[in-house]
Nanobody, 119 residues
């Protein structure tokens, strides 16, 4: 089992910055990928940014150049730095970890944190 606890989030004005952090605990040795997803009201959950153990990163096209994902392998955290925020970045942000256990990949999720960007 992997437990993910998110911190950060809240209300920010357009153009501002916000930092989300996610701390992993439990069977962290099994993690090979971590990511942030977001879900706006009435919409599906979308991948915002992801990073592999090899530090390969992927971003949603709409956030490229504004968001940065990073991992701290000592603290077992993944951080999403969000700059130049826009109202369309509003949503619930979820931390995700993929663990490889017993020859299968398993998804783990945090509880979600609300990010609201006002115009």
């Amino acid at each position: 089992q992997i437990r993910l606890v998110e911190s950060g989030g809240g209300l920010v004005q357009a153009g501002g910055s916000m930092r989300l952090s996610c701390a992993a605990s439990g069977n962290i040795e099994s993690i090979n990928y971590m990511a942030w997803y977001r879900q706006a009201p009435g919409k599906e959950r979308d991948l915002v940014a992801g990073v592999t153990n090899g530090d390969s990163k992927k971003y949603l096209e709409a956030v490229k150049g504004r968001f940065t994902i990073s991992r701290d392998y000592i603290k077992n955290t993944v951080v999403l730095q969000m700059d130049s925020l826009k109202p369309e970045d509003t949503g619930v942000y979820y931390c995700n970890a993929v663990g490889y256990v017993n020859s299968q990949y398993l998804d783990y999720w945090g509880q979600g944190t609300q990010v609201t960007v006002s115009s």
